[in-house]
């Protein structure tokens, strides 16, 4: 560990998965789009893909119900698409995580071949449930899906840092930076990796970009331990 709080690693370095997750077969959830059915306590909406639970038919007009309502309030699928999303995306930052599977959920009855769909909830999976080994594969869905963001590989980068997959996390932030290279958090990542990697030069360099772009609060305390591991001048 290289600080007190490292908040982006926490939890993720200790375990793969919580107990009493299940665990079964493969199930298609798009048009040759096939995930492991994977299922959590709590409300099926708060999980990913309802919780993979087989749907009444009263169930199914309610959920046609909601995709028609959107679209009507909106003006197209796309947008009604991008307004959930957003929405699902700002309760990811708020840490509301059960409103996030419930956002992204909906994005999913709108247009589940849409990348989108699979990060924000690999970010559940990742940050509710501490499933790791189910967000990535749910993060190598999203980079097969239409419209990926350019917050892909910082937020997949940062799973394989908790899953201390250094070497394999380093390149994928090397892409991150170039990506979003405003994005502080995404330098700090790269610092992390290239750390880990024991480049301490380079971990150096990424040190001096994150402190330039904006980090997040939580990671301006990380960056004081990024540097002193490192040895910065």
């Known amino acids: 560990m290289t600080g007190r709080n490292l908040a982006w690693l926490a939890g993720g370095l200790l375990m793969l998965a919580l107990s009493g997750v299940a665990r079964a077969e493969t199930v298609e959830v798009a048009p040759g789009v096939q995930v492991t059915r ?30 028609d309502d959107l679209i009507a309030a909106t003006g197209s699928r796309q947008k009604a698409f991008e ?6 995306w700002k309760a990811i930052l708020g840490s509301r995580f059960g409103e996030a599977a419930r956002r992204f959920n909906q994005a999913y009855l709108i247009s ?25 594969e749910l993060f190598r869905q999203a980079y097969k899906q239409q419209h990926p963001l350019k917050m892909l590989n910082a937020d997949y980068g940062r799973l394989l840092l908790m899953a201390k997959r250094y070497r394999d996390a380093q390149p994928v932030l090397e892409k ?17 990796a290239r750390l880990r990697n024991g480049d301490k030069p380079a971990a150096c360099a990424a040190v001096a970009q994150a402190t330039q772009n904006r980090p997040s609060r939580a990671t301006i305390g990380d960056l004081v331990h990024l540097k002193k591991d490192a040895q910065c001048e």
Do not use: N
Request: glycine share 6%; proline share 6%; hydrophobic share 45%.
């Open 38 to 67: 994977t299922t959590f306590e709590g409300p099926a909406d708060e999980q990913p893909f309802f919780g993979f639970i087989d749907k009444t038919p009263k169930q199914r007009a309610a959920d046609a119900k909601l995709v």
């Open 83 to 88: 307004a959930v999303t957003l929405r699902g």
């Open 112 to 136: 589940p071949e849409q990348s989108s769909v699979y990060h924000g909830l690999a970010m559940v999976a990742q940050m509710r449930f501490r499933d790791l080994a189910f967000a990535d």
């Open 176 to 192: 991150a930076v170039i990506d979003t290279p405003e994005f502080g958090d995404a330098w700090a990542y790269l610092a992390f």
